[in-house]
């Protein structure tokens, strides 16, 4: 029966998925061809998250707890977060191009497309080198795990491999919000570094340091705190400040659903608004 549906099917039709994976090969075919400027890029990004990661050492050099984190607890926390932000970032980095898009009259050309407008942002432009960051915050995790000789028991491996994945829906989620949101603003590029970007930074430290109502908005509006430092209460056995109980770290699929409700409805909403740049 198999073989009698696959002689039936059209050689030249194409699926979905399959045009999407032809595009993402296509994409990552053209930038490996030049291997010289994809490595200089890939470790420039990944320097680019070591940066990232100074101020924190420079922070805990100078007093002996952050947030009441110890060098390593706070490290712990920054390598999730830069993990799942890196992710994030990755796939749905695209994003923040909209405004260009806009301008060069290419989102016409996705919207007249029966595509999703979003997965063919997300394919038209993957960009590789970006994997660079993604390592650094993987290498800061894994040393962070032997330096603070954690107990690998079942609970804790479970929160350590699913921590940057639900941080990395969360960040997504952020990415796409921002984007629906630059169908309103004019050359929205600086609002969604402002927004994601400062969220992320928000994320990579201990949501013990935020204002009291900064750590309410950080968490059950906007949840960067659920995408490192509330497992990792939960993973080093402390206890949460005001608002951050270490048991709602296990309420990050919660959290990263409701992140992608609320994107999806402004995403939603933003394409409907737009009517074209008129160029």
Excluded at 118 to 145: E, N, Y
Excluded at 194 to 216: K, T
Excluded at 230 to 238: M, Q, R, T
């Amino acid at each position: 029966m198999a073989e009698l549906q696959s002689v039936r099917r059209d050689p030249t039709s194409i699926s979905v998925r399959e045009s999407y994976a032809t595009v993402l090969r296509s994409r990552i075919r053209a930038q490996l061809t030049y291997r010289s400027s994809f490595w200089i890029n890939a470790v420039n990004s990944f320097f680019t998250g070591a940066l990232e990661f100074v101020e924190i050492y420079v922070l805990l050099t100078n007093t002996p707890t952050l947030g009441g984190m110890t060098f390593g607890q706070a490290t712990l926390v920054f390598g999730l977060a830069n993990l799942g932000f890196s992710l994030a970032d990755l796939i749905f980095g695209q994003t923040d191009q909209i405004p260009r898009y806009i301008r060069e009259g290419k989102l016409e050309a996705f919207l007249v497309r029966p595509m999703p407008v979003l997965a063919q942002m997300i394919t038209s432009d993957f960009q590789l080198r970006r994997v660079g960051r993604a390592l650094l915050g993987l290498l800061v995790a894994i040393a962070m795990v032997f330096w603070l000789d954690l107990d690998l028991s079942a609970q804790n491996i479970y929160l350590l491999i699913t921590t940057p994945i639900y941080g990395a829906a969360i960040y997504a989620a952020l990415f796409v919000l921002a984007g629906g949101i630059q169908f309103w603003i004019i050359d929205g590029s600086e609002f969604t570094n402002a927004f994601v970007y400062g969220g992320s930074y928000a994320g990579h430290l201990p949501g013990s340091v935020l204002l009291a109502p900064l750590r309410v908005l950080f968490t059950f509006v906007f949840p960067v705190t659920v995408t490192a430092y509330l497992p990792c209460l939960l993973i080093l056995g402390l206890d949460g400040p005001t608002f951050l109980p270490a048991w709602l770290g296990w309420f990050a699929p919660v959290f990263a659903v409701w992140s992608w409700l609320l994107a999806y409805l402004i995403w939603r909403l933003g394409v409907r608004h737009y009517t074209g740049a008129g160029g």
